[in-house]
């Protein structure tokens, strides 16, 4: 499927859109969910349009996954937390709503529940 430059994500690059950014560097982008599912909900995105895992570099994937572990550290730091959940959908049918390549980096504590 083709990459739409005009998704929210891509807008959020473009300083199009507002965003709460948390980590920056050549490649990536980090930055708060709207809607978080827990507290620290993190999205992490490459710079360059991919839409989805399925047409993503193996320099974007590499990318990503440095980001996405750099901030698995940084938000359970920060949120108290013992653990993290990563989780990424691709497709409409695969639960996917913004179709720019993210991870969502959630920040998991004892007792805690992900909102759907
Ligand atoms: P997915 O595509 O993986 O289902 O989820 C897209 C995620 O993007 C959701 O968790 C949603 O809350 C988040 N989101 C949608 N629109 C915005 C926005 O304008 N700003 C931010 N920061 N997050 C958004």
Redesign the pocket.
């Known amino acids: 499927m083709a990459y739409d430059p005009d998704n929210?994500f891509a807008r959020?690059l473009r300083g199009e859109?507002p965003?709460t950014r948390v980590y920056e560097d050549d490649e990536t982008l980090a930055?708060?969910?709207?809607?978080p599912?827990v507290p620290g909900h993190v999205?992490v995105i490459p710079k360059t349009p991919c839409r989805n895992l399925l047409d993503a570099s193996a320099a974007q994937l590499a990318a990503c996954m440095a980001t996405t572990q750099k901030l698995s550290h940084a938000v359970m730091k920060a949120f108290g937390a013992g653990g993290v959940t990563v989780q990424q959908?691709n497709e409409t049918i695969g639960?996917?709503?913004?179709f720019h390549l993210?991870f969502?980096v959630l920040p998991r504590r004892e007792g805690d529940r992900l909102l759907p």
């Open positions: 929210i959020i859109l965003s930055f708060m969910d709207i809607m599912r999205l959908f639960g996917q709503e913004v993210h969502h």
